[in-house]
């Protein structure tokens, strides 16, 4: 699987582990109930590590744990719940989080020009054929009226 | 910024820069792009109808309906000309103004709509925003910057605050829609404690002025009175403040039934003081990052300065004799006009509340033919009001005969603002999918059944808003009288509410009692009327008697009668 990073289509190396899966070597993500109920053992890890949030997580919650996480994934079930965008400004405003925030699940393409204004530098669309049209929406306004991430 | 305009002629309303050029043309170009891809097939319904009303097309009953952004309320004749030109070429020959000042088309076609879109960008107008789940267009008192009891001009603020909200990516996918309102005059004519955040500009203790704060009000089906969720907010802290507010709704207001989704319902349901510490503490955090400096908002007043008023506008004396000697005249003068700061001049409402046409309609003819009077009279500058009237803001005394004798000739003079045909009124079902009511059509019939000027200007001050469903597009539950559309069992019902008021002293009308049948709506009004002309004290207005006496005195005679 492809996704943009940072404006560039690259390969997926993340690998998704389930709440009741078995831990497994390479870069995984797990949910926020998971890493805030294994966060020991998860810290032992061989390899990247990431977390899973969802509309209704509160970045807060890891706002000491950040500098453990690679990568930090937004899951969106529905294009139409915003608070993941808050969550993305939080999580690089507030808790000033470096590592990747990526965009998941049921976001629109034509939302990722505000995605990446709020601080997600990669998507992962559902469909592999909305990558090069994924691309070009973030380049859909040159100039901007408020302030935000970015 | 101040362009000159036809020699003399100047205009002080906010003037695009190339950031905000653009902005709206890049806009169209992705909203093109986006009605393309749908008409191809490749985004979705769901996806399409999220991105087609944030560019103020609702898919209604006949035809797509398309809202277009009125920036409180200020336009200018360039524009008016514009709207003018899509309602012939893209509509049905008119156009019709909302209760939040702004413009709707009820017939274009969905595919003509980025064109539609791109015309309105080359006068510095869009629809971004005037629908969906994000920050819609603010409002503000349709005399700001004119009348005799303002604080401080809030258009300056409002243009701030249209910037900020305008493609802002944190908050365009909320909960429900949100709603700003600024005031800065004594006398609350933006309905700001019916908004999810009114503004009041006012002065502290020190002189220094700044905004009062409301949060939490709102109308349709649960109306609510705002409350102050901060006295006194410096100016320099105004979009951190509403920032902090937006982010804390954003995050915690409900998402799992669209009926309780809008802010009045956190604010509610956290209780004020619960929901105004999550302010606070969200606020403090960011309120150094996001400060307006004394310069922004000085460049901003700059571009709304005072015309070039004639100091010696009120040596005519031609005024006191036309009214002297025209009883019709005088009589249009002391209803649809009102004092203006600057001595010899007047601010002119022209009602679109004429017998005979939808309230709040105007046919390209007459959008042209006031554009002309804008540039002659106005300054080249008219105004929208949330009563579904329009205003010439700045008209010189001497001027105000010729102009009501044109004004007469194209049916905007009609003496009814303030009263009880200067109705507020949704398109009902005629066009919006959501109604239960023919409300153009009761509308209609209350004002033949109210055609004896002299009845109607011997009632005075009354305020009838209808709505054809429980979303309230016309405020009926803050009407002097209220009339909402309910259906019961595919018949349609009118439920009466009196005692409602959006001003100073907001109130949410009582009940009177149970529905009334379609045909008995206007027989109610006008015996309603009747029991005020009755029983009312000296002087004493229609609202005035309605909080003394209550609604029983009304109720005896309306049930008495069917």
Not at chain 2, 8 to 32: G, P, S
Not at chain 2, 33 to 43: N, S, Y
Not at chain 2, 222 to 246: D, R
Not at chain 2, 286 to 315: C, H, N, P, W
């Amino acid at each position: 699987m492809q996704l943009i990073k940072d404006r560039h289509i690259i390969d997926d190396t993340w690998r998704y582990l389930a709440d009741d899966a078995a831990p497994i070597d390479g870069d995984i993500t797990v949910s926020l109930a998971r890493w805030l109920n294994d966060k020991a053992q998860l810290l032992g890890h061989q390899g990247k590590l990431g977390v899973r949030i969802g509309p209704s997580d509160s970045a807060a919650d890891l706002a000491d744990d950040l500098a453990h996480l690679q990568l930090i994934e937004l899951d969106f079930p529905d294009f139409a719940d915003g608070r993941l965008f808050s969550q993305a400004w939080l999580l690089r405003c507030r808790y000033h989080y470096a590592g990747e925030i990526r965009a998941t699940g049921h976001y629109m393409s034509d939302q990722v020009f505000y995605l990446s204004r709020v601080g997600v530098n990669a998507f992962k669309p559902e469909q592999a054929g909305h990558l090069a049209v994924e691309l070009s929406h973030l380049n859909d306004f040159t100039v901007q009226y408020q302030k935000s991430v970015n | 910024m101040i362009f000159r305009l036809q020699g003399t002629k100047t205009l002080t309303m906010y003037q695009y820069n190339d950031t905000d050029q653009t902005l709206v043309d890049e806009r169209v170009a992705q909203f093109r792009r986006q009605t393309e891809q749908f008409l191809k097939g490749e985004i979705t319904d769901d996806q399409f109808r999220a991105l087609r009303l944030r560019n103020g097309l609702y898919i209604q009953t006949h035809a797509p309906m398309l809202r277009i952004a009125v920036p409180y309320g200020l336009l200018s004749s360039r524009q008016l000309r514009k709207i003018a030109h899509i309602a012939r070429h893209y509509d049905k020959n008119y156009c019709h103004f909302t209760t939040r000042q702004n413009i709707q088309f009820n017939w274009p076609k969905l595919e003509q709509v980025p064109d539609i879109l791109a015309e309105l960008a080359d006068v510095q107008m869009h629809a971004i925003q005037t629908s969906g789940n994000c920050i819609r267009n603010t409002t503000a008192d349709h005399l700001a910057g004119i009348c005799i009891d303002e604080i401080e001009d809030p258009r300056p603020y409002c243009e701030i605050i249209r910037q900020w909200s305008t493609l802002h990516p944190e908050f365009d996918y909320l909960p429900r829609k949100f709603k700003i309102a600024v005031s800065g005059a004594l006398h609350d004519r933006a309905a700001t404690q019916f908004h999810d955040i009114g503004l009041h500009l006012v002065n502290n203790d020190a002189g220094e002025t700044g905004f009062r704060v409301l949060v939490g009000g709102g109308l349709g089906r649960t109306p609510i009175i705002g409350q102050v969720i901060k006295p006194y907010l410096e100016k320099k802290h105004l979009l951190s403040y509403l920032e902090a507010i937006l982010r804390i709704y954003n995050l915690f207001g409900r998402r799992d039934n669209k009926y309780k989704a809008r802010i009045k319902i956190l604010v509610k349901e956290s209780g004020l003081d619960n929901f105004a510490d999550l302010v606070e503490q969200e606020w403090l955090l960011t309120r150094d990052a996001q400060e307006l400096s004394a310069e922004r908002i000085q460049a901003m007043k700059m571009q709304f300065v005072a015309f070039d008023y004639d100091a010696d506008a009120g040596q005519d004396h031609s005024f006191a004799q036309y009214q002297q000697d025209q009883p019709k005249f005088a009589t249009w003068i002391r209803h649809n006009t009102v004092a203006h700061k600057m001595a010899g001049y007047r601010a002119v409402f022209l009602s679109l509340k004429a017998p005979d046409v939808p309230p709040g309609d105007m046919t390209d003819a007459q959008l042209d033919a006031v554009a002309d009077l804008a540039d002659r009279y106005s300054f080249g500058q008219l105004r929208t009001t949330h009563r579904q009237n329009l205003i010439f803001a700045d008209v010189k005394q001497a001027d105000l005969y010729p102009l009501w004798q044109q004004l007469d000739a194209l049916k905007l003079a009609t003496p009814n603002i303030g009263t009880a045909t200067d109705i507020i009124c949704c398109p009902g079902l005629d066009f919006c999918s959501l109604a239960n009511a023919s409300s153009i059509g009761i509308a209609k019939e209350i004002n033949e059944a109210l055609d004896d000027m002299d009845y109607l200007h011997d009632i005075g001050d009354v305020k009838i808003n209808m709505s054809g469903c429980m979303n309230g597009c016309a405020h009926q539950s803050v009407g002097h009288i209220g009339i909402l559309g309910v259906d019961k069992k595919g018949t349609e019902w009118y439920q009466l509410t009196l005692g409602g008021s959006s001003e100073n002293e907001a109130a949410i009308g009582d009940r009177l009692g149970p529905a009334v049948a379609k045909h008995e709506v206007t027989q109610a009004i006008t015996t309603i009327l009747d029991v005020y002309v009755k029983q009312r004290l000296d002087g004493e207005s229609f609202l005035d008697m309605v909080k003394r006496v209550g609604i029983d005195p009304f109720k005896e005679q309306v049930y008495a009668t069917h």
